[in-house]
Nanobody, 126 residues
Framework: QVQLVESGGGLVQAGGSLKLLCVAF????????VGWFRQAPGQEREFVAA????????YYADSVKGRFTVSRDNAKNTVYLQLNSLKPEDTAAYYC???????????????????WGQGTQVTVSS
């Protein structure tokens, strides 16, 4: 069983940047994709970005493309999400999760991911 722990959230002004971390403990995630999702109060959890652990293929939601960058460090069992040019509408709790199969091809459905972390809050002020 893998456990994911997110960190790096905080309060930032519009236009600012944050770097989120997702550290995996327990079973390695080397053969699986890791996704980032976010959820604002009263809204459904939505896909933000994903990276295939071993192949470095990346996927982004249209709303963050060009502003957010997902990357990973296999040696540290860590996936990063760099958030640049933040907007107030980016305010949400951000979660990472592991795709359940080893054949990830860009799915954005939260139900296909598991081992969710506890989340880290990102708040962007205008």
């Amino acid at each position: 069983q893998v456990q994911l722990v997110e960190s790096g959230g905080g309060l930032v002004q519009a236009g600012g940047s944050l770097k989120l971390l997702c550290v995996a403990f327990g079973r390695t995630c080397r053969s699986y994709a890791v996704g980032w999702f976010r959820q604002a109060p009263g809204q459904e959890r939505e896909f933000v970005a994903a990276i295939h652990w071993s192949e470095s293929r990346t996927y982004y939601a249209d709303s963050v493309k060009g502003r957010f960058t997902v990357s990973r460090d296999n040696a540290k069992n860590t996936v990063y999400l760099q958030l640049n040019s933040l907007k107030p509408e980016d305010t949400a709790a951000y979660y990472c999760a592991v795709h359940r199969s080893g054949s990830y091809s860009g799915s954005r459905h939260p139900a296909e991911f598991g081992s969710w972390g506890q989340g880290t809050q990102v708040t962007v002020s205008s």
